[in-house]
């Protein structure tokens, strides 16, 4: 199947930085990636569909000023995580759309 | 926007068991049905899926079924083993992506 990374596998910050996650279609090109966010023990959550060349989509009540979403290459999606906060704390997954969603191995982001 | 009930949220079986996890769905206009499976830390991968146009679709020891008329679909994991424990997802779509997924059930697989 098709493969899909991201990076960093996890990070801590201190609150107020920004934190930028990549996701990447290694093996297949991607005009459309998601991006979800998992807190413990909870589902998944989507958050923003990103486009390739076009703005993001964001879900109901995600701020786009906070999570900025960039997909300039049809295989590289970014998550910015502008001026975290520890409420920001979470898992990260992003998947990436070729027959199916295809998913990242996920960014753990703790925010102090 | 689509609602996804899972139940149950904990499931514990002996090895060699049947598991059965029920989902329901809101939008009638939902078509594509995955299950994920979700070990800790670790990406959710597709085990099955089922779109609207079929009731039952089967592989090895994993079932889905599908009623529309209802709104609900159940996975099905026979002759249950130990590496089976982990978190099952299900979700429901319009698009076939962009999913929303269930609250999830931690299974677990006592041998």
């Known amino acids: 199947g098709a493969v899909v990374s991201q990076h960093p596998s996890r990070v801590i910050c201190k609150s107020g930085t920004s934190v930028k996650i990549e996701c990447r279609s290694l093996d297949f090109q991607a005009t459309t990636m998601f991006w979800y966010r998992q807190f413990p023990k909870q589902s998944l959550m989507l958050m923003a569909t990103?486009?390739?060349?076009?703005?993001?989509?964001?879900e109901q009540g995600v701020e786009k000023d906070k999570f900025l979403i960039n997909h300039a290459s049809l295989t590289l999606s970014t998550l910015t995580v502008t001026s975290a906060h520890p409420e920001d704390s979470s898992f990260y997954i992003c998947?990436?759309?070729?027959?199916?969603?295809?998913f990242g191995p996920g960014t753990r982001l703790l925010v102090l | 926007g689509e609602n996804v009930e899972q139940h149950p949220s904990t499931l514990s079986v002996q090895e060699g068991d049947s598991a059965v996890i029920k989902c329901t769905y809101s939008?009638?206009?939902?078509?594509?049905f995955p299950w994920y499976k979700q070990e800790l830390g670790k990406r959710p991968q597709l085990i099955i899926d089922i779109r609207s146009n079929v009731g039952e679709k089967k592989d090895q020891r994993i079932a889905v079924t599908l009623n529309k008329t209802a709104k609900h679909f159940s996975l099905h994991i026979t002759e249950t083993q130990p590496e089976d424990s982990a978190v099952y997802f299900c979700?429901?779509?319009?698009?076939?992506?962009?999913?929303?997924f269930g609250k999830g059930t931690s299974l677990l697989v006592t041998p």
């Open positions: 990103s486009n390739e060349g076009s703005k993001a989509t964001y």
């Open positions: 939008d009638s206009a939902s078509n594509y």
């Open positions: 979700a429901a779509s319009i698009t076939g992506y962009a999913l929303n």
């Open positions: 998947s990436a759309l070729e027959d199916s969603e295809y």
